[in-house]
């Protein structure tokens, strides 16, 4: 998914923690406040007023007063903003996943995204990652489910949920797009970590997260036999930014954190060389 200006804004304010919250905040979107912009308590957003204000509030919710609008709005008549909410608050439990209800009116394919990660150590360690992603419009509020996927065995602490829209024709979001959210709530128990334990059965490099990313990330990959193993990172006309790994390594999934503080924002590509195996991804440094 291509971010936009405004949710890449919106993740260098999230370098901001939150404190004092042990549950999803405000999960019914039911208080607001600020001026001279209504704001949903404990939730950060991609709005910048006067020129863009894609996040509101609406009512009715589902239940209660108000849900959460976000629309995607013309940005200083230039470019299309995207309405994006966020919250990283301190969380220790191991759920089987997030739930919620919306709605959406979908413009050109665009979709609406709903992502949590699971963290230990304020961000330092990845536990779990949940996804949910739809394009087709719904008048009616509509349960959703993201499934977490959990790699590790260890309780977390902190928890981040994003809900946004993301684009569809041209990779673009569209002004009209908008989604309604309310009621979120973490549901189930995690089961048993085993299938993370096992030793991977394919080769493997998985998108880093956060992405975009300021001014670390981290990447994944996993190794099905012992192999030798480089993984470097370049920029768009690509010159070698970064040697991460070039070493021998045993079968086995990995994880490692990668610091761009050095390097000017904008884009760049990792690529995983392990025996016969090579693959290449995408990711997006913004200060």
Same mark, same amino acid.
């Given at each position: 998914?291509?971010r #936009?200006?405004g949710?890449?804004?919106?993740?260098?304010?999230l370098?901001?923690p939150?404190?004092?919250l042990?549950q999803?905040?405000n999960?019914?979107f039911?208080t607001?406040?600020?001026?001279?912009?209504l704001l949903?308590?404990?939730?950060i957003?991609t709005n910048?007023?006067?020129?863009?204000?894609? @996040?509101?509030?609406?009512a009715p919710?589902?239940?209660?007063s108000?849900?959460?609008?976000?629309?995607?709005v013309?940005?200083?008549?230039? $470019?299309?903003?995207?309405?994006?909410?966020?919250?990283? +608050?301190?969380?220790t439990?191991?759920?089987?996943s997030?739930?919620?209800?919306?709605?959406l009116?979908?413009?050109a394919h665009?979709?609406?995204?709903?992502?949590v990660? $699971?963290y230990?150590?304020? $961000? #330092?360690?990845?536990?779990?990652?949940g996804?949910? =992603?739809?394009?087709v #419009? =719904?008048s009616?509020?509509?349960?959703?489910?993201?499934?977490l996927e959990?790699?590790?065995?260890?309780?977390?602490?902190t928890?981040?949920?994003e @809900?946004?829209a993301?684009g569809?024709?041209?990779?673009?979001v569209?002004?009209?797009?908008?989604y309604?959210i309310?009621?979120?709530a973490?549901?189930g128990?995690a089961?048993?970590?085993?299938e993370?334990?096992?030793?991977?059965?394919?080769f493997?490099?998985?998108?880093n997260?956060? *992405?975009?990313?300021n001014p670390?990330?981290?990447?994944?990959?996993?190794l099905?036999?012992?192999?030798?193993v480089?993984l470097?990172?370049y920029n768009?006309?690509?010159q070698?930014?970064?040697?991460?790994v070039?070493?021998?390594?045993?079968?086995?999934?990995?994880?490692?954190?990668?610091?761009a503080l *050095?390097?000017p924002?904008? =884009?760049? +590509?990792?690529r995983?060389q392990?025996?016969?195996?090579?693959?290449?991804?995408k990711? =997006?440094f913004?200060?």
């Amino acid at each position: 998914m291509k971010r #936009s200006l405004g949710t890449m804004v919106l993740l260098v304010v999230l370098a901001i923690p939150f404190t004092g919250l042990a549950q999803i905040p405000n999960p019914g979107f039911e208080t607001w406040a600020g001026t001279p912009t209504l704001l949903p308590t404990g939730w950060i957003t991609t709005n910048i007023p006067p020129v863009a204000v894609p @996040i509101t509030r609406s009512a009715p919710g589902r239940t209660g007063s108000f849900s959460a609008q976000g629309a995607v709005v013309n940005y200083a008549n230039l $470019l299309s903003w995207t309405p994006t909410l966020a919250s990283y +608050f301190p969380y220790t439990q191991r759920p089987g996943s997030l739930t919620g209800y919306y709605r959406l009116t979908s413009v050109a394919h665009d979709s609406l995204f709903v992502i949590v990660w $699971l963290y230990k150590q304020s $961000l #330092s360690t990845f536990v779990a990652f949940g996804t949910f =992603t739809t394009g087709v #419009s =719904t008048s009616q509020w509509t349960k959703f489910t993201a499934p977490l996927e959990y790699v590790s065995g260890v309780v977390p602490d902190t928890a981040w949920i994003e @809900i946004t829209a993301g684009g569809g024709d041209n990779d673009s979001v569209h002004v009209g797009t908008t989604y309604w959210i309310d009621d979120l709530a973490f549901e189930g128990t995690a089961t048993a970590v085993k299938e993370q334990e096992m030793k991977p059965t394919s080769f493997a490099l998985r998108q880093n997260y956060p *992405n975009p990313f300021n001014p670390s990330t981290n990447i994944r990959y996993d190794l099905p036999k012992a192999v030798f193993v480089r993984l470097s990172v370049y920029n768009l006309i690509g010159q070698e930014v970064a040697a991460l790994v070039n070493e021998q390594q045993q079968a086995g999934a990995y994880e490692l954190r990668f610091n761009a503080l *050095n390097l000017p924002s904008g =884009t760049y +590509f990792y690529r995983l060389q392990a025996g016969d195996y090579v693959e290449t991804k995408k990711m =997006t440094f913004v200060r």
